[in-house]
Every structure is written in structure tokens, then in C-alpha cells.
């Protein structure tokens, strides 16, 4: 039986976010390593005031426009991404002509299927990831290092939500063009990729939806522009500066000051 949250309860979005990973771990979508880097990144999202950031907002603009761009953009999509986010991510990938690929670091073939399975729930109709994975990507010697020789392998893009470094890392130097969820903006992932979006992944894949319908109307030079104009180091450095100073705030409160 779930938890009933009432929708007055101060923590409601975040105990319903709880409560989806837990049903996600029970049909094993998510791992147990899985909920353990859910709570780290939400003590991140309390100073961030769980809410998008104009630092947020900036780098989702910058992600839309490369998708945009893209000759062959591809979602990468693991058991929390799915249990968080999976209707959003279909939306996406539609609205983008992206790609989507199940990628797993607790790989198994049973865990690949389910996650697939919600995808196609939610509308997909193309899920790569789910054979055998033929190609594998320079430097990684864990399963992260496996892909599909149709999705990520190939892809100029890549966008990664709730990623971890060392592939991260290894995407970049194929050259690809990477684009992190990710709230903690001192992490490897965060401080390697190209366009970080220092956020939760509830709030900025719907955003980042709503932002490729919206500049896909636009000229194409504009939409370059956005995308050629972005940097990583200022917007991450933008996120810390918010988070430090939220952080003065609430001391200043709770001395009394």
C-alpha cells in the first residue's frame, strides 16, 4: 500500500519523489545504489530552494538548442531517470527526434527489460539497449562502458540525467557534446559535461520539453546562437554562488541575525 501524502503537508513534492523511487525500487526499475544517490542529490535540491534557478533555466535553453542542432541526439536512460521521469523523457525524445537508450551501471537483463517497459508504457516506440551491446566506449572498463552501436556510440549528443562521471568524462573525449541532470554542481558529471542543468529532473525535463517546442519555432541562426553562446564553467560557478548564498541566508535566520 503507498503513503498517503496529504497535499498540505510543507514536504509533500518531495516525500511524492520519495515515494515513486521506492515503488520504482519494488518493481526493480531502481536499485538500492539508486536511493542512495536520490538523497544526496536532494539535500542539494534544499539549497537550491527546490525550485528551477535562472542558472538552471539558462542551461536548459542551451540543451534544447543542441538537441535542436543535433545530427542524431540520444536520451540515455537509467532505472531512476525512468522511475522519475519516464512520460517526460518519451515526450522528449519525440519532440527532439532523439533517441532513447537504456543504459545501466547495475546492469541485468531482467532490469534492462523493465525499464524499457515503462518507457514503451509511456508512449515509446523505440527503445534501444535491449540486445546485445556490440560497441564499447574507449576507457571505461565497467558495464557503463557498454552501448548501443545505434544510440549513444553514435550520437553527437548525449544527453545524460542523473549520470555518472566517469562516463561522463569518456563521452567527451569521443567528442560528443554531453548534457547532465544533475544537483549536485560539484560532481564529476556536473564539472565535465558540456551543459550541465543544475536541477531536479522532475522539474527540468518538462521545462526542457516546453523549451524545444518553443526555439524549434525560432530561426536556426538564433537557435545557434543560444547553443554556440553557452558556458558551462559561468553557469555552474552561477548555481554554487546561489547556493552559498541561500546557504548565508538561512545561518543569518537561524542566529537570528
Same mark, same amino acid.
Given at each position: 500500500?503507498?503513503?498517503?501524502?496529504?497535499?498540505?503537508?510543507?514536504?509533500?513534492?518531495?516525500?511524492?519523489?520519495?515515494?515513486t523511487l521506492i515503488e520504482?525500487?519494488?518493481r526493480d526499475v531502481v536499485?538500492?545504489?539508486?536511493?542512495?544517490?536520490?538523497?544526496?542529490?536532494?539535500?542539494?535540491?534544499?539549497?537550491?530552494?527546490?525550485?528551477?534557478?535562472?542558472?538552471?533555466?539558462? %542551461?536548459?535553453? *542551451? $540543451?534544447?538548442?543542441?538537441?535542436? !542542432? &543535433? =545530427?542524431?541526439?540520444?536520451?540515455?536512460?537509467?532505472? /531512476?531517470? %525512468?522511475?522519475? *521521469? $519516464?512520460?517526460?523523457?518519451?515526450? !522528449? &525524445? =519525440?519532440?527532439?527526434?532523439?533517441?532513447?537508450?537504456? /543504459?545501466?551501471?547495475?546492469?541485468?537483463?531482467?532490469?534492462?527489460?523493465?525499464? &524499457?517497459?515503462?518507457?514503451?508504457?509511456?508512449?515509446?516506440?523505440?527503445?534501444?539497449?535491449?540486445?546485445?551491446?556490440?560497441?564499447?566506449i574507449p576507457g571505461l572498463?565497467?558495464?557503463?562502458?557498454?552501448?548501443?552501436?545505434?544510440?549513444?556510440?553514435?550520437?553527437?549528443?548525449?544527453?545524460?540525467?542523473?549520470?555518472?562521471?566517469?562516463?561522463?568524462?569518456?563521452?567527451?573525449?569521443?567528442?560528443?557534446?554531453?548534457?547532465?541532470?544533475?544537483?549536485?554542481?560539484?560532481?564529476?558529471?556536473?564539472?565535465?559535461?558540456?551543459?550541465?542543468?543544475?536541477?531536479?529532473?522532475?522539474?527540468?525535463?518538462?521545462?526542457?520539453?516546453?523549451?524545444?517546442?518553443?526555439?524549434?519555432?525560432?530561426?536556426?541562426?538564433?537557435?545557434?546562437?543560444?547553443?554556440?553562446?553557452?558556458?558551462?564553467?559561468?553557469?555552474?560557478?552561477?548555481?554554487?554562488?546561489?547556493?552559498?548564498?541561500?546557504?548565508?541566508?538561512?545561518?543569518?535566520?537561524?542566529?537570528?541575525?
Open positions: 500500500m503507498s503513503l498517503q501524502i496529504p497535499p498540505t503537508h510543507p514536504r509533500a513534492v518531495s516525500l511524492r519523489i520519495r515515494q520504482g525500487w519494488k536499485t538500492e545504489a539508486g536511493l542512495i544517490a536520490h538523497g544526496r542529490g536532494e539535500a542539494f535540491d534544499y539549497l537550491l530552494g527546490e525550485s528551477t534557478t535562472p542558472p538552471a533555466a539558462n %542551461a536548459i535553453e *542551451a $540543451a534544447a538548442s543542441s538537441l535542436i !542542432l &543535433a =545530427s542524431y541526439p540520444v536520451i540515455s536512460v537509467n532505472g /531512476n531517470s %525512468a522511475a522519475l *521521469a $519516464a512520460r517526460e523523457l518519451v515526450q !522528449l &525524445a =519525440s519532440t527532439s527526434d532523439a533517441k532513447l537508450e537504456v /543504459n545501466l551501471f547495475h546492469r541485468t537483463e531482467k532490469r534492462m527489460v523493465k525499464v &524499457a517497459k515503462l518507457l514503451r508504457e509511456y508512449g515509446a516506440t523505440e527503445v534501444l539497449g535491449l540486445h546485445y551491446l556490440r560497441a564499447t572498463d565497467s558495464p557503463r562502458g557498454w552501448a548501443d552501436p545505434n544510440g549513444i556510440f553514435v550520437a553527437d549528443v548525449v544527453l545524460v540525467p542523473l549520470e555518472d562521471g566517469d562516463r561522463t568524462v569518456a563521452l567527451r573525449r569521443l567528442g560528443k557534446k554531453v548534457i547532465a541532470v544533475d544537483l549536485n554542481p560539484l560532481s564529476r558529471t556536473s564539472q565535465a559535461a558540456s551543459i550541465t542543468i543544475v536541477d531536479n529532473i522532475v522539474r527540468a525535463v518538462p521545462r526542457l520539453v516546453s523549451e524545444v517546442k518553443r526555439l524549434k519555432k525560432k530561426d536556426a541562426k538564433a537557435v545557434r546562437r543560444l547553443s554556440e553562446s553557452y558556458d558551462n564553467r559561468k553557469t555552474l560557478a552561477a548555481s554554487i554562488r546561489l547556493m552559498l548564498g541561500r546557504l548565508r541566508q538561512l545561518s543569518e535566520t537561524s542566529s537570528g541575525e
